[in-house]
């Protein structure tokens, strides 16, 4: 008996089973962490593992705050803090590299200078080299000038580390624009700001949506810069998650996998917004499609 | 062009520049002169803020020329200039100048010019080398595990299906979560009593499973994580091929009777080639500098079995303050990272030609 | 005073010459097509004129102005772009009044213009879609409604019809040849698609390779095209070009041979300073052929090949040796392949190009 014909190109539910067995597998990691959060103390550390199990928000709670010996009053925690000081500190330094970033594109994409592309590759280098590289020299420019520890230190720096990105991204995205439209608006007498603000930037809103999602990402993810500069005041939570799990907790593995979810989640969410332009993002821009 | 101009014709007016180039370059010149005054006999806190006032207005009257001039390019770029040269540039100046004395950043002694010693220093170092090989073995493992794990996903989700953009999520969310996040995770998997690789192998063996306590079980502790995080991205960059494979060839294919493996070498891998090759060179760059993971994980333990350059870069420069030493390993690396950039921008623009 | 004046304007892109010392006037209220196969140049000049591309050499004047060194919104031109090049982020009604926000007239005149404009292109019912939901035509209006809108001191067209379906075509070219009467402004359309320029322009500008051939009124180029590359490029069928020789003047006939047979037209006095032997081209349209019954002095014989039903009428293609010759014939007179037919050129349609190509008969 023949199987029924099936356009070039799609598959059927089968493909969807197989595909959803690997992609459950894949994510399990992040799921399994996901399960840890809302188990308790015991269930948490159960062998063999359990999957059935009364949800818990008790971990979510002493993420904020928590006894740290038995029977001793909660104290809190400061992660509070950290959530706050991650979601300012990205989020000002993302602001600035769009503004700064941005212009900069639209600057190599409609008015190349001489050695333009020489200009792009060393910003593009200053992205894709170690951050060790350049760390000591910073390191030992905010001890001098007193930077270190201070929002003001951390957003720049998150603001330069994020704009080789955000020029390469936005470039790619004002690159594609229809330069007939540009000239349309000169001939109809535009000035250059008008053009760039009217015409150019209401076509990439999309883009630079897209962008601004991504660096608040790599910001929010960052740990090395984060680690060295970052004082008690400003410690973002990579920091304070990496301090947790080395330092006074333990095998409370529902609470780490608390912490983790809460800062997991603004990532998964970006993913399911941002799929269409995530080739774009991961690549710095650098592939488009 | 003027030779064919006839200047009998009449010409529409054009404003003249109202600020002159020795404007700007005095003013740049009073803003020095102001800068340095002020930070030498004003009170820092004050001066401070007269020099900042003074680079200002430095920068307005040249803005204001290139405005006038309509020179947008060098305008629109010049502060992402800046602000790079600022936080990226010069401190790259600076390490490569530190690189060239004998400097420890916990110490009071002035930089010492040592000349090329440190480099020489770093390469006849068998330690160096022993982490480049450590490097390189982490690298060749995990972007090969990530090629062909990317691969295989891509191939899996190459066609449409029903649901297959919310499992792509599922697949693609690895790669955009923090090193922290995923070293975490595996030490949370990999922990010798409760973690689930553990429990799993003792089901077979009656033993726990202590992974990361051998060199080779740490290594592939490491590369298991790596690899799992990025070979999304391999996929996504494979897709992106499949995808522009143009559905008539298929068709025309599918009527000349052509097999699977036939209809792939001479379709579908075409389209693909640039892609893998510039997800693995993109691999290649970011697994050269492969630190967070290991840092968290093992940090570089056993021993130093699975500590990689870049994790030895940084021991060296905050734990054992061989600050000057750092520098120029970081140069080395600087390097090969520029090599393998460019060669990666070299295929970009020779897919973006052929396209 | 509106003019557009072309003197010896050159563009060159490194070594490639896309403009070659091009002249070109076109007057007050008047047309004027560039025609040309695709990289003839003709968008470049077109450019040229709005300062979209800077002239090389040459002076581009507007108005009796030379406006060589002033950038497209000082030009004061208006322009149709090829793939409309709306503002994809306004809508239709922003987009009509886009070019007013540069002329310093009040809130409510821009209104009255919008609304007078809409209605004369019949777009007032889509005034607030943005360009992404319009049809191809109403996009194609849009675009013509941005240029009309303000006063510009003349309008360009860069192949304003070649997006639009054959319909559609039709009926804009009627509408735009329509609009522009009405307002005694020098336009130039650049297009590729001779049915268009033939239809709109007063006067054609045919290209090629960077040169204008011809400038002439439509009829004056298909009746008397200027040289062998204009004689080819305008008609269809495509103009038969049949190599010839001389063989001298007789009662006052002149004879050529063409292959092993002969053709003979009257005299003229350009076609004196042929000499006998010398080589020629003689160009006949597929319909200026008249069928005869039998071979006569004059007639060309020929076996029909291959016949193509056009409708109205039949195209055939003829044999005679190696050659091709296309005839048009009405579609009652039935041919059948093999069958040998006669055709007598129509007296008057022949035109002779020299061995340079360059027209000879006047």
Redesign the interface.
Known sequence: MAAQRRPIGEAGWGRTLGAGIVAFVYFFPVLWIILTAFKTYSDALAIPPVWLFTPTLENFVQVFSRSYSAGAEAVATGFDRFFFNSIFIAGSSVLIALVVGTLAAYGFSRFPLRGNDTYLFIILTTRMMPAIVVIIPIFLMFQITGLAGTYLGIILLYAVFNLPFTIWMMKSFFDEL?P??E?????????EV?LFF??CL??V?AGIAATAVFGLILTWNEFLFALLLTGVETRTIPVAMAQTIGGDIGVRWGLLAAIETLFLIPVIVVVFVLQNHLLRGVTFGTIKR | ?S????PA????P?PAPRIALWMVLGAILGALVVMVGALFLLPPAVGWWVALAGCAGAAILAVAYAWERHNYGPLLVAPALALLFLLNIFPLMWSFGLSFFAFRANRLAPPRFVGLENYVGVLSDPVVWERLQTTALAVVLTVSLQMVVGFLLALLFEKQFPGRRYLLILVLTPMMLSFVAVGAFFRYYYEPTFGLLSQFVRIFTGQPFILLDTPAGAMAGIIFADAWMWSPFVMLLVLAGLVSVPKYLYEAAEIDRASWWRRFRTITFPYIRGLLLLALLFRTIEAFKLFDVVFLLTEGGPGTSTETIAVYVYRLAFQYFRTSQSAALAYIILFIVIVLTNLYLYFVNRRAREA | MSTISL??V?KRFDKLIAVDAVDLDVGAGEVVCLLGPSGCGKTTTLRMI???EA?????V?VG????????????????V???Y??????TVRENLA??L???RIGRDEITRRVQAVAATLELTHVLDRIPGRLAEGEKQRVAVG?AII?DPSCFLFDEPLSRLDVELRQQMRGKIKEVLSGLSKATVIVTHDQLEALTMADRIAVMRDGRIEQVATPHEIFAKPANLFVASFIGTPQMNLLPAVCRGIENGLIRFGVDAQEVSLPMEPALARLAAGAKVTLGVRPRAFDLAREPSAGTLSAVADLIEPMGAETLVHMLEGERDIRVVVDRTRRVRPGERLHMRPKPGQIHVFDATGGRVSA
Not at chain 1, 183 to 191: E, K, Y
Not at chain 3, 55 to 59: C, L, S, V, W
Not at chain 3, 85 to 90: D, M, V
């Open positions: 229809s007939d439209v000239d349309a608006a000169r001939m109809d007498g535009s000035s008008r009217k015409i209401p076509q809103v | 062009m030779t064919l101009v006839s014709l009449p010409q529409a054009r | 003197r010896q050159t709005a300062g979209l002239a090389t050499a040459g002076d004047l009796g102005e030379r406006v060589n060194e002033l950038s497209p919104s000082q030009r004061n031109i208006a322009m772009f090829q793939f090049a709306l503002y994809p982020s306004l886009f070019p926000a540069a002329e941005r303000r």
